[in-house]
């Protein structure tokens, strides 16, 4: 077995222990700080070097108040000193080429998920630098569920799309650790291996066995974890929904045909 060096071993440490943070004590986060993170985490992967994302920094609580809706009013959205927007953004590449005297055709799908996949992956290198700053934060998936009221709040132009959100700050105290499947869920060697129901009892057990998903079968009187997701999280209808919904915002930013 390879030991780990001593900065793989410090990476892992923090990431064993990273847990999403919804109360901040209030201190702001400067300028100066979110640029070094910004330009650090420009160092991700991207594709053909283009760079495809965009960050918008929300600040002003009016904005940061516009914001809250699309986000269900989630109170970190208005309770965060920083609400970081990550944009997929093929606007200034095109803008680009076309001050330049070449022929841009992004404005598809296939760019879409090109630029979204630049986007996330600049976000998540961010996430991990913020929070080895002592910065907490909490991704906020809502995103895409009702994308035109960020849109519309933050003068998205054709060819930008949000995808992720993160409310960010200084702690006020520690945040709890959410449970995660072991590797042996989502790890395949070779080839996809089809689950088994031997293999989902091993993988999910005990995640359905903690305490605290036991009462929250309870409160919301389902037979089984599984449930809760199905029928009262995530429903079909509002999967349909929200992904017409998703549809529209991105036909209306260019990124799919009328």
């Known amino acids: 077995m390879e030991t780990l060096t001593p900065t793989c071993a410090a990476l892992e440490q923090a990431l064993m222990q990273r847990a999403s943070v919804r109360r901040y004590d ?54 965060a000193p920083v609400v970081l927007t990550f944009c997929a953004d093929y606007r200034r590449t095109t803008d680009w080429c076309l001050q330049r005297k070449a022929h841009p055709g992004y404005d598809n799908f296939l760019s879409f998920i090109n630029a979204a996949t630049d986007a996330l992956l600049f976000c998540q ?32 132009p054709r060819l930008v799309m949000p ?48 305490e605290e998903n036991r009462r929250f079968c309870e409160i919301n009187h389902t037979e089984t974890l599984a449930q809760i997701f199905t029928d009262i999280r995530y429903t079909r209808e509002a999967c349909e929904a929200m992904s017409q919904t998703l549809l529209d915002a991105l036909r209306r930013q260019g990124f799919l045909a009328d």
């Open 163 to 210: 995808v992720a959100t993160i409310t960010l700050g200084w702690p006020a105290g520690a945040a709890p650790l959410s449970d995660r499947l072991p590797a042996t869920a989502f790890v395949h060697h070779e080839h996809y291996v089809q689950p088994t129901p031997e293999s989902i009892d091993r993988d999910y057990g005990p995640r359905e066995a903690l």
């Open 26 to 79: 209030g201190r702001p986060v400067d300028d100066d700080l979110l640029n070094r993170l910004f330009t650090a985490a420009a160092r991700t992967q991207t594709m053909g070097n283009l760079q495809l994302y965009s960050v918008v920094v929300t600040r002003d609580a009016a904005q940061k108040a516009a914001l809250a809706p699309a986000h269900f009013n989630q109170p970190m959205v208005t309770g």
């Open 125 to 156: 290198t961010f996430c991990t630098l913020a929070e080895a700053e002592g910065l907490g934060l909490c991704y906020l998936g809502t995103t895409i569920y009702q994308p035109q009221t960020i849109i519309d709040v933050l003068h998205l």
